[in-house]
């Protein structure tokens, strides 16, 4: 019997001696701690403004308005047809401070020209084929492009004067 529970003892810690462990042999366990990453992203802060951030005041765009200064007071009665047509035509894809199917209205005179203003609003197919901002503006707001509501200059410009005075 002593030399039975001799050879039990010995070959016990023969077994334990084996099953030591190699460093290399242990597999990392799960760990709530973040690790830091092995490789790092080169990203341009530019490629993240959306389109409707960007700030461009020299495009004037492409259609029939060129050139159009803004008088420093804003005519009221100007307003108020702009707000009525705003309205009729623009509000089922526009809020005035919020982005809902297009962009919002507010403060776009200090991100865009009047002229590019215009121009999208008269002529809005043009614009997203042949200008890159408004092509942006197409992607960011999921391919919906713009209606054409047939304005007159005179109806998108009273429009326009009503965004002068969304803040």
Known sequence: MKTTLKLSTILFAIILMSCGGKAENKKEGFSYDKKTPTETQVSN???KIPASKKVDLNNKGIG???????PSEINQAMVTHGADVYKKMCTACHRTDKKFIGPAPANILKRRTPEWVMNMILNPEQMTKEDPLAKELLMEFNGAPMANQGLSEEDARAVLEYFRTLK
């Open 45 to 47: 802060a530019a490629e």
């Open 64 to 70: 029939p308005i060129t050139s159009l200064e803004l």
